[in-house]
């Protein structure tokens, strides 16, 4: 919960447990969210019209569906990338039978001994 400027963390009750003395607390700081909404109101009403935090700003810029579709398609590519790279390393595995079905673990594991068997054959 954020406070106001002229609110400190003192006025509030963290104690309260009774729902409607914490509703008579958020009346009190001008919070009038229990109020119907007027006529082309989306949000409830609040005293503090000041400008939004930056992390608020950040929060609801997130929010919006063209923000969402961005980032899905943002996630998408850095997937396809991984499972490139994955199937790239698999290629220089050695396995029976070499089309084998790996894993993503099962690749690291096969990579992880492999380099030790190399390191071991040029040791020797």
């Known amino acids: 919960m954020m406070l ?12 309260q447990s009774d729902p409607e003395s ?3 607390g ?6 009038t969210s229990d109020e119907p909404c007027t006529e082309g109101e989306d949000r409830p009403r609040c005293r503090s019209d000041q400008p939004l935090s930056r992390e608020e700003k950040r929060r609801r810029r997130r929010a919006t569906a ?6 899905a398609t943002r996630e998408r ?3 396809e990338a991984f499972n490139v ?3 790239e390393l698999r290629k220089l595995l050695p396995t ?17 001994c492999y ?6 054959v040029l040791d020797v």
């Not at 106001?4 to 104690?15: G, I, R």
């Not at 958020?26 to 919070?31: A, D, V």
């Not at 029976?96 to 993503?104: C, M, R």
């Open 4 to 15: 106001s400027p002229d609110q400190t963390e003192a006025d509030l009750s963290w104690t």
């Open 26 to 31: 958020l009346k009190s700081t001008g919070c």
């Open 85 to 87: 790279a994955f199937a």
């Open 96 to 112: 029976l039978p070499p089309d084998k079905k790996l894993s993503k673990i099962e690749i690291l594991r096969l990579a992880i």
């Open 77 to 79: 590519i850095r997937v």
């Open 66 to 71: 063209k923000y969402r579709s961005a980032h």
């Open 115 to 120: 380099i030790s068997y190399l390191n071991h």
């Open 22 to 24: 914490i509703l008579n």
